[in-house]
Every structure is written in C-alpha cells, then in structure tokens.
C-alpha cells in the first residue's frame, strides 16, 4: 500500500547517490558553475519512492547538477557541460 503525502508539481529532484554527506535533511552536490566545479551544501525536501530527493535550498542561480559524478572531480576544476543529444 502507498500513500501519498505530496505532489512535487516543479522540483530539482536527485538521486541519493549523487548527494554526499546525506543526514537526511541536507547534503552536499557538485554543481558546474560559470565553466567551474564547486561542492555546494544544500538543503533537502521530500524522498520520492525510487530514492531521488528534493533539493530546496543551496543551488545558486544558473549552476547545474552533473548527472553523473567522476572520482575525477576536483574543487575549482575547469570543465565543460555536453549538451544532450537525445532528443
């Protein structure tokens, strides 16, 4: 049985697995910002029943989340965001 306690009409919505230092209410995400990697702590909402989570807070304006993360992401490290081509 599953009861439903919210509908998220427009959210950032992640996989757990691409959220560090998960405590349940908040985290830490890599973001790419003007061309640049950051860690950024951000604060956390509602867990959908597949694992992902709401990101409420902490995402600055105009970053992206990677959809994937790389053992080779570093601080401050100059990158480059591929659009996708899956359309």
Do not use: N
Not at 8 to 23: G, N, T, V
Not at 70 to 86: G, P
Request: proline share 5%; glycine share 10%.
């Amino acid at each position: 049985m599953r009861i439903t306690i919210g509908v998220l009409k427009r959210a950032l919505i992640l996989p757990e697995a691409s959220i560090s230092q998960f405590d349940g209410s908040s985290g830490v995400v890599w973001t790419v910002e003007q061309g640049m990697l950051h860690r950024r702590p951000v604060t956390l909402g509602k867990r959908a029943l597949d694992g992902r989570i709401e990101v409420v807070g902490g995402i600055p304006d105009g970053a992206q989340v990677p959809a994937t993360i790389s053992a080779d992401f570093r601080e401050q490290r100059a990158v480059r965001v591929a659009q996708d081509q899956a359309r």
